[in-house]
């Protein structure tokens, strides 16, 4: 049977439909099988420590790898561009894996101040009791992040559009700034998807997705992934995966190779849509405030321009009357609501939506300096409605929308 590699020349699109894949060599299976199998025979004796991990050694367990999850893993590295990938058993596994194996007690990690809460609760409380000292500043401000470099700086760690004001980081000057303090720039991209930016050509060392958002699609599966180059990778394997035991199951690599699959088509809706309801709500007069990146109105829509090819399907926005009217809209939402999920998570076919209220986030996950919580109040006032556009029709939820403001 013919080998099937894919050309290097291959778009987007073909690659999230065969990367990683070929058909079945025994039966000639066109759709991939889940190899559900824990443990797998090998020829004579192997290895038994991490460290005797090879580019050839054969699968052996699953915990250290498995051909559901490697194709998953190669499809995502293509489709970023990438030397290699590692699946997690979710987001967060994914970003303490890339904590716990580039940070070592006297490390010193600068953290993006406004991120996915969990991960801004796991840098700043979580990382100092192993004597690694974190700084969080607002990474949009390039200029901050050089300030808060130290000679003893290895990491920096952004998300951008950022979770859940959608401020944007600048990667190709973070990259600089990186490469210049000899640490590596790990960006979540957990928003942006590969097909509207790819961190590592601007000059990221490695990108984390929370797979249980676009890639997935459809909410029925939890997973991160890291790629990045190969060393970085294999380190990430022995150190996190196999050591640490956070992998991903292959049933779930299975249902997420099957999203990413239509990752392109369905970001194109969901940008289609997110423009769409973003116009609504800017012309709603019980709306305060719009932010979405493919706005004009977006505070940087150019850098937006610059660094996304598509502007995804992510909407903040705030209602008038502070955080009383926030909290009576986000009731009346939850009660009446007959398209959109009152729901947290984003990034599935379901359009999904939640309010979040800025004294409640400020006094757990992004409490830190006066200087930064006035920055984040100016992008989120009292508190916002994080907004996850799905693929429905458009007029469908703006009308949902309409309702209950
Ligand atoms: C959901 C999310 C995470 C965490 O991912 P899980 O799969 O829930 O562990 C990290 N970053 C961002 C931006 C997210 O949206």
């Not at 367990?61 to 979710?90: H, I, M």
């Not at 000679?151 to 998300?159: A, E, G, S, W």
């Not at 928003?191 to 890639?215: C, E, N, Q, W």
């Not at 060393?231 to 999203?259: E, T, Y």
């Amino acid at each position: 049977m013919a080998k099937r590699l894919l050309s290097n020349m291959a778009g987007p699109r073909t690659i999230a439909v065969h990367g990683g894949e070929r058909p079945d060599p025994a039966t000639g299976a066109s759709s991939p099988s889940i190899v559900l199998s824990s443990t797998f025979v090998t020829e004579g004796p192997e290895a038994f420590s991490a460290y005797d991990l090879s580019a050839d050694t054969p699968y052996l367990y699953t915990r250290w790898s498995n051909p559901t999850v490697d194709a998953l893993a190669a499809k995502l590295a293509l489709l970023e561009g990438a030397e290699a990938g590692q699946c997690f058993a979710s987001g967060m596994a994914a970003t303490a894996a890339i904590f716990t194996t580039f940070l070592k007690a006297g490390d010193h990690a600068v953290v993006s101040d406004v991120c996915y809460a969990a991960i801004a609760e796991l840098a700043r409380d979580y990382l100092p009791r192993f004597g690694i000292a974190v700084t969080c500043v607002d990474a949009s401000d390039a200029a901050a992040v050089r300030a808060a470099v130290t000679d003893r700086t290895k990491l920096i760690f952004v998300d951008t559009p950022c979770n859940p004001l959608l401020r944007l980081s600048d990667i190709a000057a973070l990259g600089t700034i990186a490469k210049e303090a000899g640490a590596l720039l790990a960006v979540d991209s957990t928003f942006a998807t590969p097909i509207a930016t790819r961190p590592l050509a601007l000059g990221a060392d490695l990108v984390m997705h929370s797979a249980t958002k676009y890639l997935c699609g459809h909410g029925d599966a939890i997973g991160g992934v890291v790629v990045g180059a190969a060393d970085l990778v294999a380190k990430l394997r022995a150190d996190a995966a196999i050591h640490f035991g956070g992998v991903m199951s292959p049933f779930n690599a299975w249902l997420i190779a099957r999203g990413v699959a239509t990752l392109p088509l369905r970001m194109k809706s969901h940008e289609e849509n997110a423009l769409a309801v973003a116009r609504f709500l800017e012309s709603h007069p019980a709306v305060e405030r719009v932010t979405y990146p493919g706005l004009p109105s977006h505070p940087q829509h150019d850098l937006a321009r610059r660094q996304m090819s598509n502007f995804s399907g992510m909407i903040a926005f705030q209602v008038k009357g502070g955080a009383a009217a926030g909290r009576t809209t986000a009731h009346r939402m939850a009660q009446n609501l007959g398209v959109i999920h009152y729901a947290v998570s984003l990034g599935h076919h379901r359009s999904l939506i939640c309010w979040m209220q800025t004294d409640e986030l400020l006094a757990s996950s992004f409490g830190g300096s006066p200087g930064s919580e006035a920055a984040y109040r100016a992008w989120a006032g009292d508190g916002l409605f994080r907004l996850s556009i799905g693929l429905e029709e458009a007029e469908d939820l703006i009308r949902d929308l309409d309702a209950c403001l």
